[in-house]
């Protein structure tokens, strides 16, 4: 079965910090670029961030750019989003996502940055 699993969202201060990770199965992972992308309330999908499928090369949105790291885990099969100085602005439901064939999508992780 294909699946995409999120894990290690939740509630965080502004200023803090949270590591999103997606756990991959059913696929041959080191195939496969990673994406995360992101829907804040009321808003459309936002892509967040890339890592290629070697794990080389990693792209972001100009909006994360020197605050999040995407890596990813060949062993534990894993790609994980460091998240450091939340802004408000990034909360959402934040979705990993594989470029199979159909498409593979995790369900979806919830994150909120409030004081």
């Known amino acids: 079965q294909v699946q995409l699993v999120e894990s290690g969202g939740g509630l965080v201060q502004p200023g803090g910090s949270l590591r999103l990770s997606c756990a991959a199965s059913?696929?041959?992972?080191?195939?496969?670029?990673m994406t995360w992308v992101r829907q804040a309330p009321g808003k459309g999908l936002a892509w967040v961030s890339d890592?290629?499928?070697?794990?080389?090369?990693?792209y972001y949105a100009d909006s994360v750019k020197g605050r999040f790291t995407i890596s990813r885990d060949f062993t534990k099969k894993t790609v994980h989003l460091q998240m450091n100085s939340l802004k408000p602005e990034d909360t959402a439901t934040y979705y990993c996502y594989a470029d199979t064939s159909p498409s593979t999508w995790g369900q979806g992780i919830q994150v909120t940055v409030s004081s």
């Open positions: 059913g696929f041959t992972f080191s195939n496969y670029a």
């Open positions: 890592v290629t499928s070697a794990g080389d090369s990693t």
